[in-house]
Each structure stands twice: as C-alpha cells, then as structure tokens.
C-alpha cells in the first residue's frame, strides 16, 4: 500500500471554529505565548496557564472535526495513512483517523509537573490547582511549550522519510522542529500543500498547491488521490 504522510497545523481545524495561532484573529494576536505557553510561565502564574489551556479544552467539548479531518480519514481503505500533526485538538481521531501521532501535546491529557512520561486523560474541562498526578506533584497540561523538547520528532522524521505522497495542510510552517519535517520527505515524494494564503515555495520540485481551504481542498485531493489510486488496480 501506498503511504501517505500528512502534517497539519492549526488551520485544518480553523472551520472547525478553532483559532489558529497567527491569523489575523489568531490565539497570539490575544496573547503573548511567552505569558502562557513557555515553563516560565508555569512557574511564574500557573493559575493563569491552566485558564488558558481549560478554556481551549472547554471549546473542544463544543465543536466537531469538519469536511478537512473527515476527508483525510477516508483515505485510510487505499493507503497506508500517518497523521502528524502540530494540533493539540482531537478532531483527527474523532473524524476516524486511526494514526494520529501529536508533536505538540493533547489537550485532553494532563501530566505530572516533574515527569513527563506520567500522563493521564482528563475527565472533563478543568484542570485546577491542587489536582495532582500521581508522583503527588500538580497535574499540567500535556503540552509541548516553548523551549521543551519535541519527543516525538524523531519518530515523525523516521515516518515522513517513507512517505510516498506527503500533504501539508493548515501550517504556517514558522515553527521547528515540526517545520523541519519537509527536508526528510524523500525527493520521490509527491507533495501537497493545502492552504488558503500560503505562497508555494519553489524549494520543493514536486509540490503541488492548493490555495484553498482544508474543508474544501482536502475533499478534492483526497477524491483525486483515490481515483489515481483505483485507476491502477
Ligand atoms: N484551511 C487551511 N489552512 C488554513 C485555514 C483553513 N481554513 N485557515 C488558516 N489556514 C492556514 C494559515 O494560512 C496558516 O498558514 O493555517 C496556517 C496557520 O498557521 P499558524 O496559526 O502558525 O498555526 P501552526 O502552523 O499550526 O502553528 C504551529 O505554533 O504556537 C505554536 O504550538 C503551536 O502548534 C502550533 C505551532
């Protein structure tokens, strides 16, 4: 089976009712992330980050994936289909894609202050203070903030350099390691990038574009990419 390899960002669940971090109306247009999504932060006004964090949580029980997550998972019968994805929402599993690896965190799972590797799902919206982990410490979001490592981007690497087809959707790409990830995508790759703003880069020889929204583009592609697909057999 062919494998296809996708890397989202914020905008595929922008239609979703999500905001994304650098639009016009993006999260970081409200915010200065070095007050919310940095250690310091935590350190500094843990009150402060948990709101942030238990008001986008709470949006997630409110809004459902869209025409973009819906398209990707139907991909799953004909290829062999891997999802990275920059989101800490949880729209791509509940739109049916069964391989879903997050770079930046989830925001349905919490974890210890002082060991990582000590997450848990958590029940409902609010995270609050006094709510602790296992090891006794205060229970944080399961994210990935600014200037922590990236413990999945090894593994993301190892899955795009296999990638027969690699789709961007939604990303700014403005942010590493996740942005990296294009260089380990094999110079055989067909690459697809969907999106209503960004300016395809000629870095990329067999890029195609798609200046268009993921609700609306991602359905088209996929349609295309399975009829290219059930033409060959
Ligand atoms: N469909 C597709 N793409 C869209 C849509 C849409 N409806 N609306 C906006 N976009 C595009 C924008 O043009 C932009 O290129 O989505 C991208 C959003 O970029 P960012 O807001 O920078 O989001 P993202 O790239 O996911 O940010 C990466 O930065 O703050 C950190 O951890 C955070 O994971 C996040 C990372």
Request: aromatic share 8%.
């Amino acid at each position: 089976m062919k494998k296809i390899v996708v890397l989202s960002g914020a905008g595929i669940s922008a239609e979703s009712g999500i905001k994304t971090f650098r639009d016009d109306d993006g999260l970081w247009q409200n915010h200065r992330f070095e007050d919310l999504a940095t250690p310091a932060a935590w350190e500094r006004n843990p009150q402060l980050v948990l709101d942030f964090y238990n008001q986008r949580r709470k949006q997630l029980y409110e809004v459902e994936p869209n025409d973009g997550h819906r398209a990707l998972a139907q991909l799953e019968p004909y290829f062999e289909v891997q999802i990275i994805t920059q989101n800490v929402d949880d729209l791509h599993e509940r739109a049916g894609s069964t391989q879903v690896l997050h770079l930046h965190g989830e925001l349905k799972k919490v974890r210890s202050s002082i060991n990582p590797d000590l997450i848990t799902p958590l029940e409902g919206w609010e995270l609050k203070i006094g709510d602790t982990a296992a090891d006794g410490t205060q229970l944080r979001p399961h994210i990935v903030w600014f200037g922590e490592n990236v413990p999945n981007i090894e593994q993301a690497a190892i899955i795009v350099s296999k990638a027969d087809v690699f789709i961007v959707v939604g990303t700014s790409l403005q942010v590493y390691p996740a942005a990296g990830l294009l260089d380990w995508v094999p110079s055989t790759a067909a690459i697809y990038l969907v999106d209503p703003t960004a300016n395809p880069s000629n870095r990329y020889k067999n890029l195609s574009f798609m200046r268009e929204k993921a609700a609306k583009g991602l359905p088209l592609l996929v349609n295309q990419l399975i009829q290219s697909h059930l033409n060959t057999i």
